[in-house]
């Protein structure tokens, strides 16, 4: 008998592809417990460390996150729709709605870990700046947690010659946000860029963002441009990729 593509599947694989079945039928619904080690050990005569593999590939999807001395469950937490284009129109910033507002819709988002300094130009940060190396800028950081999950690390880097003594210096910058109040300065956005990549998280990134072991995050680099292209602001972003749905819509 000819082997089918399933059987030549590493056991693990099959076994994982069983579970994910079962997850879009309904059979395990969110915040579920799915079979731990030892039931699938059982139910499948494997290994243990293959049971552990196909729990593994589960967490990696993100479908399924481990609780420490509790197993591991099916995510109950729906992912956030970033909407890329239409969170940074002047329309959302500019009317003094967060550019947050376009994808959190009804659901709680907390800002914390916020942490606004001055300290000199980071070499990469300078360069695309166009300001002098070791150059003052003002340090923007913070976490993101929608729906009591931790899912963006971001950090803002801007001139601290352009927002000295503005709200853009205090932890809280007001209605509209940092762009709001740029604009104020003489330097509203007009353009934007992004350049987005992905790895596997450093530890201090995975703890605070309480990511489950496997997964990768998405980096995004935004830089933010005035008129004649005069770069205002570079955000580092750090997003748990299982929290994500990237969205860009744009007419051809």
Not at 18 to 45: T, V
Not at 147 to 157: C, E, R
Not at 206 to 222: D, E, K, Q
């Amino acid at each position: 008998m000819a082997t089918t593509g399933g059987d030549r599947q590493p056991k693990y694989q099959r076994i994982a592809g069983a579970l994910r079945e079962s997850i879009k039928a309904g059979e395990y619904g969110p915040g579920d417990r799915l079979p731990g080690e030892n039931d699938l050990m059982a139910q499948h005569n494997v290994a243990r460390m293959t049971a552990r593999q196909a729990l593994g590939v589960l967490q990696n999807e993100g479908l399924a996150e481990s609780r420490k001395g509790a197993g591991v469950f099916v995510r109950d937490f729906r992912p956030l729709r970033r909407r890329g284009i239409q969170r940074l129109s002047q329309e959302q910033w500019g009317s003094g709605r967060s550019i947050w507002s376009a994808d959190v819709e009804d659901r709680t988002l907390v800002v914390d870990q916020v942490a606004v300094t001055e300290e000199s130009a980071p070499e990469r940060i300078s360069r695309v700046l166009d300001i002098a190396p070791g150059e003052p800028v003002c340090v923007r950081s913070r976490r993101f947690v929608l729906d009591g999950k931790a899912v963006l690390l971001a950090t803002s880097y801007l001139p601290a010659s352009l927002v000295a003594g503005s709200a853009i210096t205090q932890e809280d910058t007001g209605p509209g946000g940092t762009y709001a109040r740029l604009a104020e300065l003489g330097a509203k956005p007009v353009h934007f860029r992004e350049e987005v990549r992905s790895r596997m998280p450093s530890q201090e990134e995975a703890n605070r963002l309480n990511l489950s072991m496997g997964t990768p995050v998405i980096l995004i680099c935004r830089t933010a441009f005035a008129d004649e292209g005069r770069p205002v602001e570079i955000n580092e972003m750090t997003l748990d990729s299982a929290s994500y749905i990237l969205e860009y819509d744009f007419d051809a």
